[in-house]
Nanobody, 127 residues
Framework: VQLVESGGGLVQAGGSLRLSCAHS????????IGWFRQAPGKEREGVSC????????YYADSVKGRFTISSDNAKNTVYLQMTSLKLEDTAFYYC?????????????????????WGQGTQVTVSS
């Protein structure tokens, strides 16, 4: 299993970025793929995920209405479209793959449930 993130960068507050997570080594028919982020001095937090186990998409409250996760199975890529970016969105963003059969928002955005991680990409929002 391999996950490779791209699309990070420097953007002004209010701007947009789209992150990509190219995955290989599995078919995304089950399990979950999620986006997580970690800012300096803070714990890693779940941002969003697509959970094939329950067929739902989950978002952290802090990004609802601003971020959109999507999957292109033909390209084996999961995207995170980020709009109306805020200074507090600055963090290292990771995508991750979970093989487990969990469901619901609490488990789906819990980093401990994920088995494989990409190397991450930096997102910096400036004022």
């Amino acid at each position: 299993v391999q996950l490779v993130e791209s699309g990070g960068g420097l953007v002004q507050a209010g701007g947009s970025l789209r992150l990509s997570c190219a995955h290989s080594g599995f078919t995304f028919d089950d399990g979950a793929i999620g986006w997580f982020r970690q800012a300096p001095g803070k714990e890693r937090e779940g941002v969003s995920c697509i959970n094939r186990n329950d067929g739902k998409i989950y978002y952290a409250d802090s990004v609802k209405g601003r971020f959109t996760i999507s999957s292109d199975n033909a390209k084996n890529t999961v995207y995170l479209q980020m709009t109306s970016l805020k200074l507090e969105d600055t963090a290292f963003y990771y995508c991750a793959r979970a093989d487990g059969l969990f469901s619901g928002p609490s488990w789906s955005l819990k980093s401990d449930e994920y088995d494989y991680w990409g190397q991450g990409t930096q997102v910096t929002v400036s004022s």
